[in-house]
């Protein structure tokens, strides 16, 4: 059924034409991938559907009383409250219908002592109702689905009553999509909602909304994400949308194809173009007005035709940044490092070494000492003891999320050209257009660009400089895919060293050839790529399993048998119980149902009150003994 449907939707700022004729349709249940370059319109897109932003032409259908979410990439939630307090304002309608049912039962207990009440069976009535619908809508159960939440996305129990104010960018952003997910609209408009968000939540939120009964729309840069998730993709391309029904692994290899084919037709109608003109200009001289009205004939015709534009290549040139010094074969060996912070260890014993060609991702959860391993390597804090060494002829380059070395009054060609002057202008401008800065881009002030922008640019003067070991920190944040795709094609042909903290996985997978998991317990290596670390871990805790069976089974194997005949016994023997009580329990209902049907029971309210919340709680208990069972039967 479809909930959302866009009909030639334009829109334009100033003279800038963003969006032109778009049109889809959503339908319920809908997974799909919005994505295309910075700046092509994803997020006006968004605010249209919103309604945070008018559209200048085209219609919109929404179904009847659809209820939207919209998860902006940039949000700023103000509030004295706290975590949990913050996500308690989602459930105000159940909160004030439980206020409501608590006033509903004192009223009718002061009905019930009056002799002659005529509100007492309108007031029976409504509180059944509301009881109901109190208890459909998860009326006692939304406090856990709150901490479940919340706790996927990463906050700890401790956490949840930390003041909203005193939260991080990144931990605002998370909540906001905490209470997004709460508030469970039929529609999600979800603006990069793994910015901010370590592996493991993501996982969490991969499998979180692959249940999700709505539909939803993503701008996604996260590759690894959109192919877990989504159905359909939307590529947002030349002011136009394009409709791929699939996934993105099958969209990449379909629009290989497509451009391909593109490519061909564009070649054919410039070659009938040119054999046109040709046509025409030999009329044209020939004279004659036969000649000249064919020539005019066929202008008009020319004219009359739908150009074809020009396809981007999707073969990008490879780069390859050769490191102007080779350095020893040991380039990083870290030992028994320890760091504390007021007190409280963060790193502990931590043992690794990277040699001279790798490519290391280091991962772990947010907060674990990612970035503070990386600032005692480049001794910008210091380390309470250990040893960290860099090999012979080590050059060290550091990309920060903050772009801190990047001069912005300077233009873009210029911040390059000063740090590499023997470079002529030609390549200068050919390097610079594989990092996407293309025509007038290059004569920006740096300071003018976006996020992504000033990323590309920094990685750029990075992968120029003298360094032979580039230390990277979230590299492909703020970058668009095609963007990423030129970073990882410049990593994987790097000579030099690579020791990168990314949650990207499909950057992991793609660059990477050793992983680091940085833990509580300390630091793991795996010989391999993301998918390789996978398949890995799952190995390991399968054989941790099967150590700890066996060296049980050599403890207990004369008492296996026994226990295990004993264990089913009073399994058995629990289910018969249970099934006792439940049945008693029932003819208990049945027994209220009995004295509730007789009429003259309401000439005695009060004992209606009690009665009914005798039935409540019996049908309570019923439910939870009906769990215990269903848990027994299933083992």
Same mark, same amino acid.
């Not at 037709?265 to 040119?274: F, G, N, R, V």
């Not at 990277?354 to 772990?364: A, M, Q, S, T, W």
């Given at each position: 059924m479809i909930i959302l449907s866009c009909n030639n939707i334009s829109k334009s700022y100033g003279t800038d034409e963003i969006l032109k004729d778009i049109s889809f349709t959503v339908e319920d249940r809908d997974k799909i991938g919005l994505i295309g370059l910075n700046g092509s319109g994803k997020t006006t897109l968004f605010n249209i559907l919103s309604g945070e932003t008018y559209m200048d032409n085209g219609k919109i259908y929404f179904q009847k009383d659809l209820k939207i979410g919209y998860l902006k990439q940039h949000t700023n939630i103000k509030s004295n409250d706290s975590i949990f307090d913050e996500c308690l304002k989602v459930f105000e309608p159940l909160i004030q219908m439980e206020k409501e049912l608590r006033k509903m039962e004192q009223d009718m207990s002061i009905e019930g002592s009056k002799s002659n009440s005529t509100k007492l069976e309108k007031l029976m009535n409504d509180y059944a109702q509301l009881m109901e619908s109190f208890n459909n809508s998860n009326g006692y159960g939304y406090r856990s689905e709150i901490k479940g939440v919340l706790k996927g996305l990463g906050f700890k129990e401790e956490e949840m009553n930390k003041k909203v104010n005193l939260l991080s960018g990144g931990q605002k952003a998370r909540l906001s999509l905490a209470k997004l997910l709460l508030e469970k609209p039929e529609l999600l408009l979800l603006d990069e909602p793994t910015n901010h968000l370590d592996i493991e939540a993501i996982s969490w939120l991969e499998n979180y909304l692959k249940e999700y009964s709505g539909a939803m729309l993503i701008i996604s840069h996260d590759r690894y994400f959109l192919d877990n998730i989504v159905s359909r993709i939307f590529l947002l391309e030349n002011k136009e949308i394009k409709v791929y029904n699939m996934n993105y692994s099958k969209y990449?290899?379909?629009?290989?194809?497509?451009?391909?084919?593109?490519?061909? $037709?564009?070649? %054919?109608?410039? &070659?009938?173009?040119?054999?046109?003109?040709?046509? =025409?200009? !030999?009329f044209s001289n020939y004279g004659g007005s036969r000649y000249i009205k064919q020539a005019q004939s066929r202008q008009k015709m020319l004219n009359k035709m739908k150009l074809i534009d020009k396809p981007m290549d999707n073969k990008k040139a490879k780069i390859t940044f050769e490191p102007?010094?080779?350095?020893?074969?040991?380039?990083?060996?870290?030992?028994?490092?320890? $760091?504390?912070? %007021?007190?409280? &260890?963060?790193?502990?014993?931590?043992?690794?070494? =990277?040699? !001279?060609?790798?490519?290391?991702?280091?991962?772990?959860?947010?907060?674990?000492?990612?970035?503070?391993?990386?600032?005692?390597?480049?001794?910008?804090?210091?380390y309470d003891s250990g040893i960290i060494s860099l090999g012979h002829h080590v050059h060290i380059g550091y990309f920060d999320q903050e772009q801190t070395k990047l001069n912005l009054d300077k233009t873009v060609i210029d911040e390059i050209w000063d740090d590499n002057p023997k470079l002529n202008y030609y390549e200068i401008r050919s390097i610079l257009s594989r990092f996407l800065f293309i025509g007038d881009d290059i004569f920006k002030e740096v300071g003018e660009l976006s996020g992504g922008e000033r990323s590309r640019l920094a990685l750029l003067k990075m992968m120029l400089s003298n360094a032979n070991f580039l230390l990277m920190d979230e590299p492909t944040n703020h970058l668009d895919i095609d963007s990423k795709e030129v970073l990882e094609d410049a990593l994987i042909d790097y000579e030099g060293t690579l020791f990168v903290i990314s949650h990207d996985r499909y950057f992991l997978n793609k660059v990477v050839d050793k992983i680091l998991e940085l833990t509580e317990e300390g630091i793991k290596e795996y010989i391999g790529n993301y998918d390789y670390y996978l398949e890995k871990k799952n190995e390991i805790i399968v054989e941790e399993e099967e150590d700890y069976k066996t060296k049980t089974q050599i403890k207990l194997e004369r008492k296996k048998e026994r226990e295990e005949l004993e264990f089913i016994k009073k399994k058995k023997e629990e289910i018969i119980r249970l099934e006792k009580r439940i049945e008693q329990k029932e003819m208990d209902i049945e027994k209220i149902d009995m004295l509730l049907c007789k009429p003259n029971i309401y000439d005695e309210p009060e004992k209606v009150i009690e009665l009914t919340k005798k039935r409540e709680a019996l049908e309570a208990k019923i439910n939870s003994l009906y769990e215990q069972w269903i848990i027994l039967t299933e083992e």
């Open positions: 990449t290899e379909q629009r290989k194809k497509d451009i391909e084919l593109l490519k061909k $037709k564009y070649e %054919d109608q410039q &070659k009938e173009i040119k054999r046109q003109e040709e046509i =025409i200009k !030999r102007k010094i080779k350095s020893g074969r040991d380039v990083l060996r870290v030992e028994k490092l320890c $760091k504390s912070f %007021d007190g409280e &260890k963060l790193l502990e014993n931590i043992d690794f070494a =990277i040699y !001279r060609g790798e490519k290391v991702g280091l991962i772990g959860p947010n907060g674990i000492g990612k970035t503070t391993l990386f600032k005692m390597i480049l001794n910008q804090i210091p």
